[in-house]
């Protein structure tokens, strides 16, 4: 405002153009004194400065390097769910938008099904050595993207319902284009963890590094359509089924604890 006045052929001063009152200007400034001070802003400002003191004298984690297959190796056959065709590759600008260190798309069928073809499940899954470089996308956004609307979604405890004792949380969605619809499950694993809420999985992803020096995980995603005549109940049985059968298999793509 100042540089701004020296070509105004207008002569004033900075404080008439900025139409300020400085009246009293010194006893406003001293009622300072009168504000108390607050003991909860003290705290907190001691509790940051004593947070980042820890961290900067921390010892460094040990980085634990998680040994693990390719996906190249996943199994073609799990369970009565065997491959059908061959593995999907994305489109360059996907998968650079994806930012995986691997990943793995395929389609599974159950011979045993009337139409197999309609009983079909995609499994879908990305690996990140170090997700701070990239990790935990949310489906929720990648889907709307790619034309697809979230008709309902929510964040469950599926372990009951597949006989787990352990929780086992993941997204339950229900997704259409049109017409056509189906049941996704989609989950990220973080060191052993079946995490749900992509901000539960940012926030272990720091507390992890921290600790124990470890920055990997995997989105995962199970989807499946709902057929003419067919309910999203009977549907979503097909992706319990083929999530059992993963139970064993993905251990060895995505490292636990």
Not at 129 to 139: A, L, V
Request: proline share 6%.
């Amino acid at each position: 405002a100042w540089l701004m006045l020296r070509f105004n052929p207008r002569k004033m001063s900075l404080t008439e153009a900025l139409d300020l009152d400085t009246t009293d200007l010194g006893k406003q400034m001293a009622r300072i004194r009168l504000v108390e001070s607050s003991r909860g802003m003290i705290l907190g400002a001691v509790l940051m400065v004593g947070a980042a003191g820890a961290w900067y004298v921390r010892p460094a984690p040990q980085i634990s390097v998680p040994v693990r297959e390719s996906f190249a190796t996943f199994p073609t056959r799990m369970g009565d769910w065997q491959q059908a065709g061959a593995r999907q590759i994305l489109e360059p600008n996907v998968a650079k938008t994806l930012g995986a260190d691997d990943y793995h798309q395929v389609t599974f069928v159950n011979p045993m099904e009337k139409n197999p073809v309609n009983s079909r499940v995609e499994f879908f899954s990305a690996w990140y050595d170090d997700q701070t470089k990239g990790g935990t996308h949310s489906p929720e956004i990648c889907l709307p993207g790619a034309g697809w609307e979230i008709a309902w979604l929510e964040r469950v405890d599926i372990a009951p319902e597949i006989g787990l004792t352990e929780p086992f949380n993941l997204n339950r969605a229900v997704i259409q284009k049109g017409e056509y619809r189906m049941v996704a499950y989609y989950w990220f694993e973080q060191h052993g963890r079946h995490i749900a809420w992509d901000f539960a999985a940012k926030f272990w992803l720091l507390w992890d590094g921290f600790t124990i020096g470890r920055t990997d995980g995997a989105l995962v995603r199970l989807i499946t359509p709902i057929n003419q005549g067919e309910t999203e109940k009977q549907a979503e049985e097909r992706l319990k089924t083929m999530l059992v059968e993963t139970l064993d298999v993905m251990p060895r793509f995505i490292p636990g604890q």
